[in-house]
C-alpha cells in the first residue's frame, strides 16, 4: 500500500510537470522536444507499473535533453535515492529552464540544508522567483518568511500580500494565514468578518485549526452573532480528526446547551463530515456527533 501511495505522488507530480512544460520546451528543437516526451512518457508507463528502474533509465534519456518534467522527476527520484547534492543539481537544471515546481525544489533544499549549507536568505531568493513564476507553495513560503523575518527583513503588509496570493490558489494554509493576520490587524486593519471569510474557506479543506477558529468566533460573536450551536459543529468537526483543543472546547461548549440545540449542533457537523468526507484529511473521533444525535434521540423517545 505504502508503495502505491508513493508512485501516485509520482504520477501527480509528473501530470503536473507535464502540464507545465509547453511553457519552458522553447530551448529544444521540435526533434529533440519529441524525443525528450516519448522518452518520458515510457517512464511514465514503467513507474506506472513499479518498474523503477526501467523508469529511471527513460527519464535519464529526456533529462540528457535538457527536458524539464525528467530533470525534475529525476531530483525527486535522486532524494528518494538519499542523493540530495545529485537532486539539487537536477532541479537546478530545470530550474534554469524556468520550471515553477524545480526552482521551489530549490529553495526547499537551501532552507532545509539537505545536499547544500543551510542558506535561508538564499532560500528566500529561490522561492521568491517560484511565487513570481505562479508557484502557489512558493507563494505561501514567501509570505511565511516574510511573517517570521527569516532570511528577510520582516515585514508584515508583505506578508499577507503573498498569503493572499496563495489563497487565491485555494491553498489552505495561506487561506488560515490571511484570516490570522486579518484577525490580529497584522499588516492590514483588523477586520473579524473577513478573518471569518479566510477561516470558512480553509475550514471547508479540513484546515483543523482554522475549524477550531471558527467555532471560537461563533462562540465569542466575532464577524456574527454567537451561536452555541455553529461554535460546537466547528469543533465537533475538528474533535473528528483529533485536535485536542477541539475536544476541550466542544465539552465545554456542551455543557451550556440544551438537549434540543445538541441535537441540531450534532446533526449539522454529522451532515457536513459525511458531506466533506472525501476531502483528504485525517479523523480520530468520527462516531463522536453520531453517538450524540442516537442518545438524545433516545432521551426524546423517553
Do not use: C
Not at 109 to 126: C, E, H, S
Request: glycine fraction near 6%; aromatic fraction near 10%; charged fraction near 20%.
Amino acid at each position: 500500500m505504502k508503495t502505491g501511495v508513493t508512485i501516485l505522488r509520482f504520477l501527480t507530480i509528473i501530470i503536473l510537470s507535464v502540464i507545465l512544460f509547453s511553457r519552458h520546451s522553447s530551448a529544444l528543437t521540435p526533434e529533440e522536444a519529441i524525443r525528450a516526451q516519448t522518452a518520458y512518457e515510457k517512464g511514465v508507463q514503467h513507474l506506472e507499473n513499479n518498474e523503477l528502474k526501467e523508469a529511471k533509465s527513460y527519464f535519464i534519456t529526456a533529462a540528457s535533453l535538457n527536458y524539464p518534467p525528467a530533470l525534475f522527476t529525476l531530483g525527486e527520484l535522486n532524494l528518494k535515492e538519499n542523493r540530495p547534492a545529485t537532486a539539487l543539481k537536477n532541479f537546478q537544471k530545470a530550474a534554469s529552464s524556468g520550471f515553477p515546481r524545480a526552482i521551489f525544489r530549490v529553495g526547499t533544499l537551501y532552507a532545509g540544508g539537505i545536499g547544500v549549507d543551510k542558506d535561508l536568505r538564499t532560500a528566500f531568493t529561490w522561492f521568491e522567483k517560484a511565487a513570481t513564476a505562479g508557484h502557489p507553495i512558493g507563494q505561501f513560503y514567501v509570505g511565511q518568511m516574510f511573517l517570521s523575518g527569516n532570511g528577510i527583513k520582516q515585514d508584515n503588509e508583505k506578508a499577507i500580500h503573498w498569503f493572499r496570493v496563495s489563497a487565491n490558489q485555494g491553498i489552505s494554509r495561506a487561506q488560515y494565514s490571511v484570516g490570522h493576520m486579518y484577525y490580529m490587524g497584522s499588516g492590514t486593519p483588523q477586520d473579524h468578518k473577513q478573518a471569518k471569510i479566510w477561516f470558512q474557506k480553509a475550514a471547508l479543506q479540513w484546515h483543523l485549526q482554522s475549524q477550531v477558529n471558527l467555532g471560537v468566533m461563533y462562540y465569542k460573536g466575532e464577524g456574527s452573532e454567537k451561536s452555541a450551536i455553529d461554535a460546537f459543529k466547528w469543533w465537533d468537526i475538528a474533535a473528528s480528526s483529533g485536535h485536542e483543543q477541539a475536544h476541550n472546547f466542544r465539552r465545554n461548549v456542551a455543557a451550556q446547551m440544551t438537549e434540543e440545540e445538541l441535537r441540531v449542533a450534532s446533526r449539522l457537523s454529522m451532515d457536513w463530515i459525511i458531506e466533506n468526507h472525501a476531502i483528504p484529511h485525517e479523523h480520530t473521533d468520527l462516531t463522536h456527533s453520531l453517538e450524540i444525535h442516537n442518545q438524545l434521540n433516545q432521551n426524546n423517545r423517553q
